[in-house]
């Protein structure tokens, strides 16, 4: 998806948000009939009858025919694709949609008019009863494009997405297998020895995150102020969400750009970072340590930078299993729990190697990748990776 900042002007944002409350509205309903239905009754209406009672619907109440067709039609097409995908287990049921989160619409048959540059910074998109809307032409918008999705964050910024698929990053033909090895302090070690870590708030503005939390507890639910301190919260977290999405997005362009294979864990991140709270009988243990190391996990962007890689390049990146490869020594193949003296440091005891240990791992997962391309008749690495290092090797002068 190619997305833009939209910015419309106060008349076309309260239109915009009327076509955020129907698609709601739509949504929630079906949702509702879903969780009427019941196994051994008749099954819950489809798409299509959903559209017929949709007609009947706008025919009896003047609020809603004063929306637009298309935005009431494609939630009642996205809800049976969020179901289609619960059903494939691909993911979870679809839920009630809430004032404030997830706000958005999708527009169909775009015709090639509907979208025009105004300058050389601005363009305009044609939304139905909004009329022509203005955004940020930051790039060139993808041709030929049939749909569009419209949507707002919590910190109230309008976006406009555009679908089309981009073409992958081309392999650069050199053999080179790169593994990497993420973690919290450092977010991305390379076996080459590069370790990049994802931006989040400089000092201050993380410091005025403190300051609007505290604020926040202290402001009584339901008041203005208290709805202008959760803005202002959601504004940072925003920013800070930008900053991550952009690492994720050079750091998986130049890995792609470089490298033939991208070797990575196999991590279960969702597992990972599940709460360790328990239950009131049995209460966990750790809490506050654990929910620290979630939050760590979730802003190194570990999932994120994954999928981007195996979008831009399909079909080259190879998912390892993590077990002993920040216990195994890259150069010998021993494996010491002992030899990792601390979180950057590791000293295998049998060969004397010393090095940065996430720099190890990700050694580590670069030759388990080796092995598993040459397996299969992958890519060439210009040398045999078909066996282990031989340790009596190591010491000959």
């Given at each position: 998806m190619?997305?833009?900042?939209?910015?419309?002007?106060?008349?076309?944002?309260?239109?915009?948000?009327?076509?955020?409350?129907?698609a709601?509205?739509?949504?929630?309903?079906?949702v509702?009939q879903?969780?009427?239905w019941?196994?051994?009754?008749?099954?819950a209406?489809?798409?299509?009858?959903?559209?017929?009672?949709?007609?009947?619907?706008r025919?009896e109440?003047e609020?809603?025919r004063a929306g637009?067709i298309?935005?009431?039609?494609?939630a009642?097409k996205?809800f049976?694709q969020a179901?289609?995908?619960?059903?494939?287990?691909?993911q979870r049921?679809?839920?009630w949609?809430?004032?404030?989160?997830?706000e958005?619409?999708r527009i169909?048959?775009?015709?090639?008019g509907?979208?025009?540059?105004?300058?050389?910074?601005?363009?305009?998109?044609?939304?139905?009863?909004?009329?022509w809307v203005?955004?940020?032409?930051s790039?060139?918008?993808?041709?030929?494009?049939?749909?569009?999705?419209?949507?707002?964050?919590?910190a109230g910024?309008w976006h406009?997405a555009?679908?089309?698929?981009?073409?992958?990053?081309?392999?650069?033909?050199?053999?080179?297998v790169?593994?990497?090895?993420?973690?919290?302090a450092?977010?991305?070690?390379?076996?080459t020895?590069?370790?990049?870590?994802?931006?989040t708030?400089?000092?201050?503005?993380?410091a005025?995150?403190?300051?609007?939390?505290?604020k926040?507890a202290?402001?009584?639910?339901?008041?203005?102020r208290?709805g202008?301190?959760?803005?202002a919260?959601?504004?940072?977290?925003?920013?800070?969400?930008d900053?991550?999405k952009?690492?994720?997005e050079?750091t998986?362009?130049?890995?792609a750009?470089?490298?033939?294979?991208?070797?990575?864990?196999d991590?279960?991140i969702?597992?990972?970072?599940r709460s360790?709270?328990?239950?009131v009988?049995?209460?966990g243990?750790?809490?506050r340590?654990?929910a620290g190391l979630n939050r760590?996990?979730l802003?190194?962007?570990?999932?994120?930078?994954?999928?981007?890689?195996?979008?831009k390049a399909p079909?080259?990146?190879?998912?390892?299993s993590p077990a002993y490869?920040?216990?195994?020594?890259?150069?010998?193949?021993?494996?010491?729990?002992?030899?990792?003296?601390?979180?950057?440091?590791?000293?295998?005891?049998?060969?004397?190697?010393a090095?940065?240990a996430?720099?190890?791992?990700?050694?580590?997962?670069?030759?388990a990748?080796?092995?598993?391309?040459?397996?299969r008749?992958?890519?060439?690495?210009g040398?045999p990776?078909?066996r282990?290092?031989?340790?009596d090797?190591?010491?000959?002068?």
């Open positions: 190619s997305r833009y900042r939209l910015q419309p002007s106060s008349d076309q944002e309260a239109a915009l948000l009327e076509h955020c409350r129907h709601r509205y739509v949504w929630n309903l079906a509702e879903h969780a009427c019941m196994p051994g009754r008749k099954s209406p489809g798409f299509a009858e959903q559209c017929r009672q949709l007609t009947e619907a025919a109440n609020w809603l637009s298309t935005v009431q039609q494609q009642l996205d049976a179901m289609s995908s619960f059903f494939g287990r691909t049921k679809p839920t949609r809430r004032r404030g989160q997830g958005g619409f169909v048959a775009v015709k090639p509907d979208v025009r540059r105004v300058s050389r910074s601005v363009g305009e998109v044609k939304v139905p009863k909004v009329g203005r955004f940020r032409w790039r060139a918008v993808p041709t030929g494009v049939k749909s569009y999705r419209v949507t707002r964050d919590r910024r406009v555009f679908a089309a698929i981009p073409q992958p990053v081309p392999a650069p033909g050199t053999g080179e790169v593994g990497v090895d993420r973690g919290v450092v977010s991305a070690a390379l076996s020895g590069q370790m990049l870590n994802a931006p708030l400089r000092d201050a503005k993380r005025r995150l403190l300051r609007l939390l505290r926040l202290r402001a009584k639910r339901g008041s203005n208290r202008k301190v959760k803005a919260i959601a504004r940072l977290k925003a920013h800070e969400t900053r991550r952009d690492w994720v050079k998986s362009t130049d890995l750009r470089r490298f033939d294979v991208i070797a990575v864990e991590l279960k969702a597992g990972m970072t360790a709270r328990g239950t009988a049995e209460p243990r750790n809490v340590q654990k760590g996990i802003a190194s962007g570990w999932g994120r930078l994954v999928a981007r890689l195996e979008e079909g080259r990146v190879v998912k390892i490869t920040s216990q195994r020594c890259s150069a010998c193949g021993i494996v010491d729990r002992q030899a990792r003296e601390s979180q950057a440091s590791f000293r295998c005891r049998s060969c004397g190697y090095g940065n996430d720099v190890n791992a990700a050694r580590n997962i670069r030759h990748a080796g092995h598993a391309v040459s397996a008749g992958g890519l060439p690495l040398r990776v078909n282990e290092p031989q340790r090797l190591l010491f000959c002068g």
